[in-house]
C-alpha cells in the first residue's frame, strides 16, 4: 500500500515559471515529510524538508506548503530555471517509522 | 569521504543466474536501505536494515534477500534472476536517532535481466 500520491507525473514549465508539485499522505503520526531531487544517471539528494508543526518552508527558490488537515503538502519552485529539470520525489515515513516511502515522482522539464 | 558507495555500476544477467549487490558506507550510519527504480513506479523500499545483523521486509521483498553482517555493507542478492528485475537499484544510509536526519543514495547499479 502506497502511503504517499503525488502528482503530477511530469511537469512542463517554461523558464521563470513556477512549478508545483503536490504528495499527498495517509499516515497522521509521522513528522517529517522530505523532498528529493534526481538529476539523469544520479542517486537522489536531500532538496527541502519540513516538520508539520509549520505550515510552509522556504529555501532559496524553492517553498514546501504544508496542510496538516488536509494531509497534503506541496513544493513550489519559483523562477524555474532550465537547471531545475530533474525528477523530484516527495516521502513519508513507513508504518515503523524506520525508512522512507516516497512517491512515484514528478518529472520536470523546464523549457529555455 | 566517499559517502555511500555500490558495486557494481551495471550488470547484465540472464534468467536464472544469481548475483549480489554490495552497498557500503563510511558515515557510520546505522541504518541501511535497497530501494528499486522504475518508470513509473518511484523509488520502492526493498529491504533495510536497522544495525548490523538486522534485516526487515520492505514493500517489494519478493526474489530477493540481504545481510548486515558489517555495519558499513549491506548486500542484496538476487538468487534466481527474473526479467521483472531488470530495474535500477540504489543503496542508502541514515544515521539513527531522529526522523529528520538525511538519507544519503549512492549512485545505482543498472540492472538488466535477460
Not at chain 1, 522556504?58 to 488537515?69: A, C, D, M, V
Not at chain 2, 521483498?61 to 540504489?90: H, I, M
Request: overall charge positive; aromatic content about 12%.
Amino acid at each position: 500500500q502506497q502511503q504517499v500520491k503525488q502528482s503530477p507525473q511530469s511537469l512542463i514549465v517554461q523558464k521563470g515559471g513556477i512549478s508545483i508539485i503536490n504528495c499527498a499522505y495517509e499516515n497522521t503520526a509521522f513528522d517529517y515529510f522530505p523532498w528529493y531531487q534526481q538529476f539523469p544517471g544520479k542517486g537522489p539528494a536531500l532538496l527541502i524538508a519540513i516538520r508539520p508543526d509549520v505550515s510552509e518552508k522556504k529555501e532559496g527558490r524553492f517553498t514546501i506548503s504544508f496542510n496538516k488537515s488536509a494531509k497534503q503538502f506541496s513544493l513550489h519552485i519559483m523562477d524555474s530555471q532550465p537547471g531545475d529539470s530533474a525528477t523530484y520525489f516527495c516521502a513519508a515515513f513507513n508504518q515503523a517509522g524506520t525508512a522512507l516511502i516516497f512517491g512515484k515522482g514528478t518529472t520536470l522539464s523546464v523549457s529555455s | 569521504n566517499a559517502g555511500v558507495t555500490q558495486t557494481p555500476k551495471f550488470r547484465v544477467l540472464k534468467t536464472g543466474q544469481s548475483m549480489t549487490l554490495l552497498c557500503a558506507q563510511d558515515m557510520n550510519h546505522e541504518y541501511m536501505y535497497w530501494y528499486r527504480q522504475d518508470p513509473g513506479m518511484g523509488l520502492r523500499l526493498i529491504h533495510y536494515s536497522v544495525g548490523e545483523g538486522t534485516t526487515a521486509k520492505g514493500e517489494v521483498p519478493d526474489g530477493y534477500n540481504v545481510s548486515r553482517l558489517k555495519k558499513q555493507n549491506f548486500l542484496l542478492g538476487l538468487e534466481s534472476a527474473a526479467p521483472s528485475q531488470t530495474s535500477v537499484y540504489f543503496c542508502a544510509s541514515k544515521k539513527a536517532g531522529t526522523r529528520n536526519d538525511e538519507q544519503f543514495f549512492g549512485p545505482g547499479t543498472r540492472l538488466t535481466v535477460l
